[in-house]
């Protein structure tokens, strides 16, 4: 039973990591890391994203985004960037 439950686990990651791969492209990843080093590292060091749970690292995007002033669209940009970084796609903006 808990071998089947880690396998099904494991495939599922997996399949997510497969499915949402492709999110962002050379080109969005340097734009978004230009971002964060302008936006965010102004303030604080890095944060590491995966320190924090999917909520709790929500609720804090939602707040930083307004404390950085960001325009919608590089709210957009940085949000899939660091939930690409989140989920191992991409390195870190330092
Ligand atoms: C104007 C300064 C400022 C900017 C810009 C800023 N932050 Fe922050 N950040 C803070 C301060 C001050 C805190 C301390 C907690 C608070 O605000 O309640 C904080 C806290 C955080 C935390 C939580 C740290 C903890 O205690 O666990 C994270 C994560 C974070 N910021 C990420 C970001 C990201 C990502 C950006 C860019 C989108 C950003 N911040 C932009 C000032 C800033």
């Known amino acids: 039973m808990r071998c089947l439950f880690v396998l099904c686990w494991g495939v599922l990651a997996a399949a997510s990591v497969a ?3 492709p999110d962002l492209s050379e080109k969005e990843q ?3 890391r230009k971002l964060y080093v302008a936006k965010c ?3 604080h060091r ?3 994203p995966t320190n924090y ?3 709790n690292w929500q609720a804090w995007m939602g707040k930083m985004s307004r404390k950085s002033k960001l ?3 590089q709210e957009n940009l940085l949000t899939r960037f660091l939930n690409a970084y989140r989920a191992g796609q991409v390195s870190a903006p330092r």
């Open 19 to 21: 499915a949402s791969a």
């Open 46 to 48: 890095f944060y590491e």
């Open 41 to 43: 590292a102004k303030c």
């Open 71 to 73: 325009k919608p669209e």
């Open 53 to 55: 749970t999917e909520p």
């Open 30 to 32: 340097t734009a978004a």
